[in-house]
């Protein structure tokens, strides 16, 4: 009745195949500035670092959406300023992996709009196998930022974090996290008719909500918490349980069995913007009221226990968006560890280098780089 995992999308050539160590370069919100990568690779090569691979997590252009979209010649001026980018990262590492922020050009949330070159892959809501035992996957775009109960800037593509929430009900995010709880996102019959009941609940809670901005303030309990299977996944139903052997926990409804295909791979999440309630997306000014960046949906969905072996299994989770909260943050395990690798416009960026261990990855070591601006 269960089949193998379906395989994910693998990087291409030359990438080797079975490494052991991995040196990773993080860079987040260049906004135009592309003579920062070449400090980069200034600085790469003064102190003989390698990299196996370049994260860029948005916003390699400026476009301000917020505003009067630019003309076509405004526009192909940031459709070349993102390519050449894409190219100085590759001089750092051969493979790109990347997601769009919310300044990015259109066509960088289609990640199969052949816009990127080469050699880059597109993550936005996708997944990739590294290599084994390691996947990375991510999400573009923000949510709207606020201060004192007020908007400071909108989001895009989200425009609120309800967007963002439902977003991730039906998103390759939300399936492939099933699948290190669920075998191929099996779930038991049980279970599946509880889902759609709250999936129908939730629905009926936002179309209630009326249409007054949230601030964070008001937004300390879930928001339309992503905790479902939508019916329009109609994934297929166990039935006699029992006598498959399997065990299913009476209080989560999660399914153990050591035969079955779970998905047991480590996780790296890239992702533009990160998660709310956490230092890294606050921003606190001596002459002005903090700004808070982060997505509650975010929060919720590593929150949501049908997830639970998919959070355990992520070392990081990787922003930018936040320019000013720059850190390594530990979550005692109500988060993934966090790593926001601040705003390389102000010439900050992040190393990352990745061990395996007795067939496990493991961060080896993170960091912060910054150079003078």
Known sequence: MFQPLQ????????????PTHLEILIVSDIHGTNENLEKVRVWANRTHSRFDLALCLGDLANIKYDSPLPNVDELVEEESRTLQAIHDLQNLAHTVIFVPGNHDVPQTYNPFSGFLPEHTINLHNQAVQICDG?????????????????KKFIGYPFESDQELATFFTTSTLRRLALEFNFPEGFISEEAFFEQQKRHKKQINSMMSLDDEEESPQETKGPLVAPSNIPPSYNLPLLSNAQEMKLSINPSSQVITSPELPFRKDQVIFLSH???????STVTNFPDRSAVFYGSQAITDFFADPEITNFKDNTLAFIHGHTHDSMGIFPTHKRFPPIMNV?????????????FKDNGKWTIEKSSLGSFPR
């Open 273 to 279: 913007t990160g998660p709310s309630g956490f230092p």
């Open 134 to 150: 390691l996947v990375m996957c991510g999400l573009g775009g923000c949510v709207p930022g606020f201060s004192e109960g007020s």
């Open 342 to 354: 601040g705003a390389l416009y102000k010439g900050s960026f992040g190393i990352l280098s990745l």
């Open 7 to 18: 395989p994910l999308p693998h990087l291409p050539p030359p990438f080797p195949p079975n």
